[in-house]
């Protein structure tokens, strides 16, 4: 069983940073491939981040390209989500994923919720204009 736990939500101003982070634990061959998610209110959820076999292919959101990086710390078990340059548009709730493979994703660069089988709970981020 995959368990995915997030931390590091909160408010912060435009323009400010958040690091994020994903603990997970359970079978590794289904964790190779992480990602990030989030859903605002009234809105569906969309796919901000990937990271497959350590970084060895990420996939970023138009959206956030350029302001996050994700990155893995295998030591840890341990995915980060850094966003800098935080806007309004960026408030939601943030959510960990993982996968065995994310294949479609990885195909079409497109990130895709229905890829992913494993979640956590979320973490929100307020960014306040």
């Known amino acids: 069983q995959v368990r995915l736990e997030e931390s590091g939500g909160g408010s912060v101003q435009a323009g400010g940073s958040l690091r994020l982070s994903c603990a997970s634990s359970?079978?590794?061959?289904?964790?190779?491939?992480m990602g990030w998610f989030r859903q605002a209110p009234g809105k569906e959820r969309e796919g901000v981040a990937i990271?497959?076999?350590?970084?060895?292919?990420?996939i970023y959101d138009d959206a956030v390209k350029g302001r996050f990086t994700i990155s893995q710390d295998n030591s840890r078990n341990t995915v980060y989500l850094q966003m800098n340059n935080l806007t309004a548009e960026d408030t939601a709730r943030y959510y960990c994923?993982?996968?065995?493979?994310?294949?479609?994703?990885?195909?079409?660069?497109?990130?895709?919720?229905?890829?992913?089988?494993?979640w956590g709970q979320g973490t929100q981020v307020t960014v306040s204009s």
């Open positions: 994923a993982a996968d065995r493979t994310c294949l479609n994703t990885r195909l079409s660069r497109r990130i895709s919720k229905d890829d992913f089988d494993y």
């Open positions: 359970g079978d590794a061959e289904t964790r190779k491939c």
């Open positions: 990271t497959y076999l350590n970084g060895g292919t990420t």
